[in-house]
């Protein structure tokens, strides 16, 4: 599976984007898709994920302001960002797994495919 993220830039605080995970060379169906994030300076974190079922996971920091969403018909995943906070800046990227495991879908090391990664600068 390859994957390419898309849907950065820049924004103004309280502002939203989109972010999109396409995917190619598989069928997409069947796998978990996670979202991270990296500011610089820090360690990789779980945004949030959604599987193959549509369940979805979200990370306590952007709870009620981000939310995944997948078109299987598309091979494609979302991620919609509201209410852009500066602290949101960073590198996001997609990643997906056939076989994570439901308790550590957080664990970027449980992920095998990984997008090049889009960068998401907020203003304030």
């Known amino acids: 599976v390859q994957l390419q993220a898309s849907g950065g830039g820049l924004v103004q605080a309280g502002g939203s984007l989109s972010l999109h995970c396409a995917a190619s060379?598989?069928?997409?169906?069947?796998?978990?898709v996670g979202w991270f994030r990296q500011a610089p300076g820090k360690e990789r974190e779980f945004v949030g994920a959604i599987r193959w079922n549509g369940i979805t996971y979200i990370a306590d920091s952007v709870k009620g302001r981000f939310s995944v969403t997948r078109d299987n018909a598309k091979n494609t995943v979302y991620l919609q960002m509201n209410s852009l906070k500066p602290e949101d800046t960073a590198v996001y990227y997609c990643?997906?797994?056939?076989?994570?495991?439901?308790?550590?879908?957080?664990?970027?090391?449980?992920?095998?495919?990984w997008g090049q990664g889009t960068l998401v600068t907020v203003s304030s």
């Open positions: 060379g598989s069928t997409f169906s069947g796998y978990t």
């Open positions: 990643a997906a797994c056939r076989t994570c495991i439901l308790s550590s879908l957080k664990d970027f090391r449980q992920y095998t495919y």
